[in-house]
T-cell receptor
Framework: AQSVTQLGSHVSVSEGALVLLRCNYSSSVPPYLFWYVQYPNQGLQLLLKYTSAATLVKGINGFEAEFKKSETSFHLTKPSAHMSDAAEYFCAVRGFRGNTPLVFGKGTRLSVIA | EAGVAQSPRYKIIEKRQSVAFWCNPISGHATLYWYQQILGQGPKLLIQFQNNGVVDDSQLPKDRFSAERLKGVDSTLKIQPAKLEDSAVYLC?????????????FGPGTRLTVL
């Protein structure tokens, strides 16, 4: 079975500060890991994904995440927060077969303070 | 290319009524998923289709929920009768079968409120 734990349901940062959203996973098979962003009243948009290639993954909007097998973590970071980054962020895991469903964490709401 | 389309965007019903949601996936995407997202939680898979066949419906409450994907394209999800706890956003997603890291593309969702 696979699962994801996102530490912190709400994170608040100042504009220009570092963003760090934490995600730990549990998987009995080599995982594929994803970060999605959800803006109010919208669907989920893929930020980035880890698929067993480079452990440091760069995504859209300046976000990146590092896969650390020893820590079973896939934390999302951005060096400098913008107001437009305020949204809900979801970490998700799935197996390596291409059409398996995603298992999501509970999400972390990011607030950016001017 | 056009994204995943869903309708309606919002629906308010009373408990014990029935409701149906519609999803049109991205053209050519063989796999279609329905997820339920309850407020404050991450999306949870309800059912997965491969073309017009069901791959996984283990988490679908079959006493009240049903879904179909006729002709392997559009899909409908139905709830009958609805309960208060069915209030959620219902997300449809689609993907191809090509590549190990293939992405799921999500629609905007249907927000259901059961009163």
């Amino acid at each position: 079975a696979q699962s994801v734990t996102q530490l912190g349901s709400h994170v608040s940062v100042s504009e220009g500060a570092l963003v760090l959203l934490r995600c730990n996973y549990s998987s009995s098979v080599p995982p594929y890991l994803f970060w999605y962003v959800q803006y109010p009243n919208q669907g989920l948009q893929l930020l980035l994904k880890y698929t067993s290639a480079a452990t440091l993954v760069k995504g859209i909007n300046g976000f990146e995440a590092e896969f650390k097998k020893s820590e079973t973590s896939f934390h999302l970071t951005k060096p400098s927060a913008h107001m437009s980054d305020a949204a809900e962020y979801f970490c998700a895991v799935r197996g390596f077969r291409g059409n398996t469903p995603l298992v999501f964490g509970k999400g972390t709401r990011l607030s950016v303070i001017a | 290319e056009a994204g995943v389309a869903q309708s309606p965007r919002y629906k308010i019903i009373e408990k014990r009524q029935s409701v149906a949601f519609w999803c049109n996936p991205i053209s050519g995407h063989a796999t279609l998923y329905w997820y339920q997202q309850i407020l404050g939680q991450g999306p949870k898979l309800l059912i997965q289709f491969q073309n017009n066949g069901v791959v996984d419906d283990s988490q679908l409450p079959k006493d009240r929920f049903s879904a179909e994907r006729l002709k392997g394209v559009d899909s409908t999800l139905k709830i009958q009768p609805a309960k208060l706890e069915d209030s959620a956003v219902y997300l449809c997603a689609s993907s191809t079968n090509r590549g190990l890291g293939n992405e799921q593309f999500f629609g905007p969702g249907t927000r259901l409120t059961v009163l």
